[in-house]
């Protein structure tokens, strides 16, 4: 299960990286398509990136071009599933939060019935 970060950056990178499976970008563009209030700076986008090469969600070189870094990313199987997995994990909350309502429902219900009664 991914972090909120993690989940804020996979989804920065798969939403570049989806029509091809590959894409060229600086930490800086990188940055600028994540949410400002987060604070993201480039020392914990690098960590969480390689976190999530480590975790096989994609392949990650880094090299530089006319002295700037550059990140070259390839997703790989688990980079590739992930809106899949994004789309599950919400599902599953809804139905978490909707069973957890239902069992309040109940259980107000039944301690109603229970004062009718006694």
Do not use: H
């Amino acid at each position: 299960m991914l972090s909120r970060k993690e989940n804020e950056v996979m989804n920065a990178i798969y939403s570049l990286c989806c029509e091809k499976g590959i894409c060229l970008i600086s930490p800086s563009e990188l940055l600028s398509l994540l949410p400002s209030k987060k604070g993201f700076t480039e020392e914990t986008l690098e960590r969480i990136m390689n976190e999530l090469a480590l975790d096989n969600y994609f392949e990650l070189l880094s090299s530089e071009r006319k002295g700037e870094k550059m990140y070259v990313i390839s997703l790989r199987a688990n980079g590739y599933a992930y809106k899949r997995y994004y789309v599950q994990m919400r599902r599953d909350f809804a139905v978490k939060l909707l069973w957890a309502v239902a069992s309040a429902v109940v259980a107000f219900l039944v301690g109603l019935l229970l004062k009718r009664i006694f």
